[in-house]
């Protein structure tokens, strides 16, 4: 059990998120992403890669049934979406603010005293492709994020299933990448660097010497709150391209957290306080630095705002923080069934009830989504 000295040597905020006020706004925006001036971006890779040789197939029974349905789950990007619909994303953006009339957050209210204040609409409409610009940019940057990751599992996780298992996964992130690479040259209108804050945090995750890690990273919060941030998109937008991509790239990632949670659930079972501690910190700073990049800066500096002015709009919408907040929905239950919300006295639930996500602890796990062992590819199986 946890003493209460091992709670007394736990590192503060100031240490783990560099910053004391997890909503201190003005910290999250000063840290703005640009693109590597020699075109790559290098991290050092501490993990050592593990052979076995035990190629008993089956040993882990969840992981094998895992690995038969992926092999029948795939689907090909170029040949089952149809690119051949035109995409006006003027009209996109205009179509879905009145398909979501709850989403626009710029009331006058919200906009009184900034620069936004005197934009047209034309500007609100250019601060709307921006936007579509930015989030698929993230989207597809996290993606190489998790090819990286898993290509790193397929070497350094220690069971053959694991390993059998996680090449699938290889080949659908590389989808993944290809899918919103085509996207956003074919169909939206600029790129965006990666953001500071997801690229901190992969950083940390590929730099990690720890197999398990990875894991929990990517699989368990990385991709946790790509499944519900697909999701919210898939549900909101009016394109039916970007709707059927969404909706098979999630077919794909409700796999990809299952797995994640079925390979660490027994690890975690046998793991120390101390272990299990530094797996609760590791995750509370991925959750921050998710949350963080939610202030997509770049959009910000982009359209030329100045750091007060967003400040002063991000804290009067409210809607803006409800979206942050769901897109816990899919990690809290995850975390809660690997037993990290409750190990050491409780305190990743405690940091997650500061964050107001807790409320999600109670949703179905992942090992329970209906998309992680369907049969079949998503176009075999007409997913709408
Ligand atoms: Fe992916
Ligand atoms: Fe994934």
Redesign the pocket.
Known sequence: MTTLDDREQMRSNTELIGRADVHDLEAVLSVVGHYDEEGHHGVPNNCPAEFTWDYNKGSKPSLDKLYEKAKKAQWNAQSDLDWSIEVDQEAVVIANADANPAQMSFTPDVVAGTVLEKWDEQRFIEFGVQNQNWLLSQFMHG?QG?LIC?AKIVETVPWIDAKYYAAT?VM??AR?VEVFSKYLDEKLSGHYPMNAHLGMLLDDIVADSRWDMTYLG??IMV?GL?LAAFGFIHMMTTEPLLKKLLRYVMA??AR??AFGVLSLQEYYQELSAAELRERQEFAYEAAVRMKDRMAMQEVWERMEVPTSDVIKVMQAGPEQDDFQILLFSKIVPNLRKLGLLDAADGWLRQKFTEMGAIAFEHLSDSTEEEDAFADGSPAERGVA
């Open positions: 993606e998790a898993t996964q659908d992130e993944h990517m699989q991709e790509a794909d990632e990809h957290v």
